[in-house]
């Protein structure tokens, strides 16, 4: 049997993914990070981006992420983010609009969001 870590993926509002993988791919501060089973332990800060998630039955799962926490230990990972949705719940053509509108008011927060679903959209 393939090594496996225990993976939890949290918003603030919800549990958005749970399940076993053999590595997980997410955006921190100090660069992206690649974790697999027996790293060593870490805990980071998220930025916004996709988390990618390989799957212990070899599927892949793909998340927009909008900040929070990375933590890992003893095979767990847990990501605790402040936003954060599946790449197959995002609505791509309403997030479109939602960068053309941040772009024309200038608002770059809101622009860096809707860049990283669509990024999350176009990996499913």
Known sequence: MAAELHVELVAADRQVWSGEATLVVARTTSGDIGV???HQPLL?????GPVTIRTSEGGT???AVHGGFISFADDKLSLLAEIAELSDEIDVQRTERELERAKAEGDAGAERRADVRLRAAAAR
Not at 44 to 48: A, H, K, M, N
């Open 44 to 48: 980071g800060v998220l930025e916004s």
């Open 61 to 63: 799962v793909v998340a």
């Open 36 to 38: 697999m089973p027996g």
